[in-house]
């Protein structure tokens, strides 16, 4: 009880976007030296993190990647190409970075941050932030991945990690995680919170076959029949078909958002993620980037749903933060263009630009 209490807190505590820094910011963007709106969705990009810190001079300079990693029992099933062996494995391989995300958050100039909140590895590498709630879902196609106590506990280690982060002075959160079988869950989730058909949503994850792809297809069928998650009821959908890495993504944002810190987005898993705390809470929205689109079908539709425009399309579907960790460096971009460009009025001439409405933007 005391612990849905703080996941309340936390809830309440999400803001709105700060409209005076928003119209401040745009006024800015406005009056830099280029034609009016020539930037395009970075300057949409800009004003949003106006909003989000409520600041007009916004920084995103120091920035994270927290590597949610969980099993999921529904591996049994064949849904996914590889061994469950692979989340342990990667786990290791992200602490002596040597996966994708190490790369490319050290090229963004991104703390890594791997966090096991449910993997069936008992002998973690040092590195590892151990915040296990228990060791591997269970077979979501017999009956429910975890308990609802369970997946309230997975929600505030990602809100504790948010909160942590926030505290250290991190100023934006990329979303990764790891977890072999995690595309299934994440499938499940968006069919129930969007409707949508699962044979539309259910993709090929890190790589099956056609005949396996219709097999997954059926086990999330199976799962949504046997569990009957409730889809007004975002914990109850997270227990019934989610997992252990997703409900700890899920509190980062909400965390995030708590501290007005804005999410980057990765892939379908953490789509699904974002679809959920979106449900918990609908201002979190605002405090939502998407990086790219993956090549899972269910990651379009999420984005769809949450009115949220990838930064890039590169095809991609490895997870782990990857996407997140390529369209950090936009973001900051974003900034620096605001901070750094002069303005028409630095050149001692009027701004050419059209009037503005109130919001500060262009009446044609
Ligand atoms: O980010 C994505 O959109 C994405 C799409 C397909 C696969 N993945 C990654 O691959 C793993 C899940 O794939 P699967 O086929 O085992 O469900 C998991 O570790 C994810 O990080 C990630
Ligand atoms: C090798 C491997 C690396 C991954 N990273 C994220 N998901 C993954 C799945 C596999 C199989």
Do not use: W
């Not at 916004?58 to 029992?73: E, L, Q, T």
């Not at 889809?231 to 019934?240: N, Q, T």
């Amino acid at each position: 009880m005391i612990y849905v209490e703080k996941l309340l807190q936390v809830v309440n505590r999400i803001e709105r976007l700060n409209i005076v820094s928003m119209h401040q910011m745009r006024r800015r963007v406005n009056n830099l030296t280029k034609p009016l709106g020539s930037l395009g969705r970075l300057e949409e990009i800009a004003v949003r993190l106006a909003g989000i810190t409520g600041s007009v001079e916004p920084s995103v300079d120091n920035k994270a990647i927290i590597v949610m990693c969980g099993d999921h029992g529904v591996v049994q099933e064949g849904v996914s190409a590889y061994p469950q062996e692979v989340t342990g494995l990667m786990m290791a391989n992200f602490i002596r970075q040597g996966a994708a995300v190490n790369v490319l958050a050290h090229q963004a100039g991104a703390e890594v941050h791997v966090v096991d909140i449910g993997t069936l590895l008992t002998d973690l590498p040092e590195g590892v932030v151990q915040r296990k709630v228990r060791p591997g879902t269970a077979n979501m196609a017999k009956g429910p991945a975890m308990t609802k106590e369970e997946a309230v506990a997975a929600l505030h280690v990602g809100i504790d990690t948010a909160y942590e982060l926030a505290d250290k002075g991190i100023e934006v959160i990329g979303l990764g995680e790891m977890g072999i079988g995690n595309t299934t869950p994440s499938s499940a989730m968006t069919a129930v919170f969007t409707n949508h058909p699962v044979e539309q949503i259910t993709g090929k994850g890190s790589g099956i076959n056609d005949e396996a792809l219709a097999a997954k297809t059926k086990v999330i069928e199976q799962a949504i029949q046997v569990n009957r998650p409730n889809p007004g009821d975002a914990v109850d959908v997270l227990a019934k078909v989610g997992g252990l890495e997703i409900a700890g993504l899920v509190g980062v944002i909400l965390g995030a958002a708590a501290r007005r810190v804005p999410v980057v987005i990765d892939g379908v898993i953490t789509g699904a993620a974002a679809l959920a705390a979106c449900r918990i809470e609908p201002r979190c929205q605002d405090y939502l980037f998407a990086s790219h689109l993956s090549v899972e079908p269910a990651h379009r539709i999420v984005l769809d749903e949450l009115g949220l425009k990838p930064v890039l399309y590169l095809d991609m579907r490895l997870g782990e933060g990857t996407g997140a960790a390529l369209a950090l460096p936009v973001i900051e971009s974003a900034l620096q263009l605001v901070a750094k460009m002069a303005t028409f009025e630095d050149l001692g001439i009027p701004s050419p630009a059209p009037e503005e409405d109130e919001f500060g933007f262009a009446v044609q």
